[in-house]
């Protein structure tokens, strides 16, 4: 690992044979905010960025709607590497990985994680996650040797296929907005 990026890596070999690329998280070093996902979908593999697929539009307009820039904030994922068939990483898969996550969050020590989706609020919490119930909930963890607010949200994904999810991931978000002290927007979430 260099500064927050990941530039070589081997752990996973069904990971290494299915990646493009290793996809490291983006944004600035000392965000006062980080979005954690699953991992890498087909585009952010192609394209090696997180949340650059129909998933991160979501995600863009929801921190639009609240006053955050994508340019403001940090996103990363808990496994760097695009599983096959778009499967869930494996609880190794996800362990391996997770030494390079721990040191991204221990260095950025933001203001507060958010964790979008199951497997990223059950991977930072460390235990089972009913994430549409427990959605803007907020749990102290450990990284290393920075204690960190972890926020539980909806993927942005789900309100693709449940628009029921939509107003619980938006409310998480303006939850995220507001502890950062950021200012309310223009709504766009209309718009997919
Ligand atoms: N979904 C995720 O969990 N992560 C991405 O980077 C893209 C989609």
Known sequence: MRG?????CERCPALVESRSRIVNGVGPADADVVFVGEGPGANEDERG??????????????LG?????????????CVRCRPPENRDPTSEE????????????????PDVVVALG????QHLLGRDVAVTTESGTI?????????????????????????????TFEATIEKAATIVGAEGGQSTFGDF
Not at 49 to 62: I, Q, T
Not at 65 to 77: C, F, K, P
Not at 142 to 167: I, K, M, N, W
């Open 139 to 167: 749990e102290t963890v450990a990284f290393g040797d920075a204690r960190l607010d972890v926020l539980v949200c909806v993927h942005p994904a789900a309100t693709l296929y449940d628009r029921s999810q939509e107003s």
């Open 49 to 62: 960025e997180p949340f650059v697929g129909r998933s991160g539009d979501v995600l863009d307009a929801a």
């Open 94 to 109: 996800l362990a391996n990985c997770r030494p390079y996550l721990e040191s991204e969050l221990e260095a950025i020590a």
């Open 118 to 121: 199951k497997v990223p609020a």
């Open 4 to 8: 927050l990026c990941v530039e070589d």
């Open 65 to 77: 709607d609240h006053g955050l820039r994508r340019s403001d904030v940090r996103i990363t994922n």
